[in-house]
């Protein structure tokens, strides 16, 4: 069974930082690339931050590009979103995905995946 279980939300002060975790079992995580997107009530997905499957490459949207940083470990089976500098338009649920069918800088330009998780909430105050 696959799972994606995502951590490390919360509540948090604009400037500050918060490091989310995905960890995934079920399926052969390190040949999947990995993509973390968020979710805000009334707007649409929005990917963020691709890995590739050795954590050699990564690649960020526009709006988070040089405050968020995506690594994995895949002895671990875990990917994780470094985020600092947080804003409150940050505010959203965020999810991790997996996804092998395409490249994965490609997968920012989606918004459906193979797998994904349940999602953890982040709340940034101003």
């Known amino acids: 069974q696959v799972r994606l279980v995502e951590s490390g939300g919360g509540l948090v002060q604009a400037g500050g930082s918060l490091r989310l975790s995905c960890a995934a079992s079920?399926?052969?995580?390190?040949?999947?690339?990995m993509v973390w997107f968020r979710q805000a009530p009334g707007k649409a997905r929005e990917s963020l931050a691709a890995i590739n499957w050795s954590g050699g490459s990564a690649a960020y949207s526009d709006s988070v590009k040089g405050r968020f940083f995506v690594s994995r470990d895949n002895a671990e089976s875990t990917v994780y979103l470094q985020m600092n500098s947080l804003k409150p338009e940050d505010t959203a649920n965020y999810y991790c995905a997996a996804d092998r069918s395409t490249s994965y800088y490609r997968l920012l330009e989606r918004s459906n995946y193979e797998y994904w998780g349940q999602g953890t909430q982040v709340t940034v105050s101003a």
């Open positions: 079920g399926f052969a995580f390190s040949s999947y690339p």
